[in-house]
């Protein structure tokens, strides 16, 4: 399917890396995949304009793939050649379009934007916090979505990886916030922070 490719690049595993655990969990033919979008992107969906968008670690495409029913074109990015396979093939089932590149973004650069939309859904790398305000064209909108350290109660995890109170609404304060929340789960022993931003039309 034309316009449905995924463009070579070099993948460095870094030490520590986690690359091997994701791949397991997702060819595992025990995996529950989500299908449906983020609820945080679904609930604003309607808020967003139209155009290019980019989902950073887009995994097996859900969010991607909701972005694309609406009529966006979508580039997807993800260092997990499985992940991206899953999202390749459903697109296909669909008849839609996605751009999706291989490639591990603590090595490798975002795709080139500008784009109007951005979505960061549970993933957080604090290196990309200034290049994806860089890549939101001029009134395009970023949703970011990731754990907290309250998720610290309901088991051990590496605190690196989960935002400190208030930090994601902090990082992006050049951005105009439309919403934000940092919210608990305890049922789904879950915490997150969500956040809405659009970039100003003038610096």
């Not at 290049?131 to 590496?158: I, M």
Request: with cysteine.
């Amino acid at each position: 399917m034309e316009g449905l490719q995924i463009p070579p690049t070099s993948l460095h595993q870094r030490s520590g890396s986690d690359f091997w655990t994701w791949e397991e969990r997702y060819a595992s033919p025990r995996r529950r995949p989500r299908r449906g979008p983020s609820a945080w992107l679904l609930t604003h969906a309607d808020r967003l304009p139209g155009g290019r968008a980019l989902d950073v670690a887009t995994g097996e495409g859900r969010n991607a793939l909701f972005l694309a029913r609406r009529g966006f074109e979508v580039t997807g990015v993800d260092r997990s050649p499985t992940a991206l396979r899953t999202a390749r093939a459903r697109a296909r089932e669909e008849g839609l379009e996605l751009e999706l590149h291989l490639a591990d973004l603590e090595a490798c650069k975002l795709p080139a934007g500008p784009f109007d939309v951005v979505v960061v859904m549970r993933y957080l790398q604090r290196s990309l916090f200034e290049p994806l305000g860089r890549a939101l064209a001029p009134g395009g909108v970023l949703l970011y979505e990731s754990f907290t350290r309250d998720y610290l109660k309901y088991g051990p995890r590496n605190p690196e990886h989960l935002l400190r109170p208030g930090e994601l609404r902090q990082a992006f304060r050049d951005l105009e916030i439309l919403a934000y929340r940092e919210t608990e789960d305890p049922e789904r022993r879950e915490a997150r922070a969500s956040l809405l931003a659009r970039k100003p039309l003038k610096p």
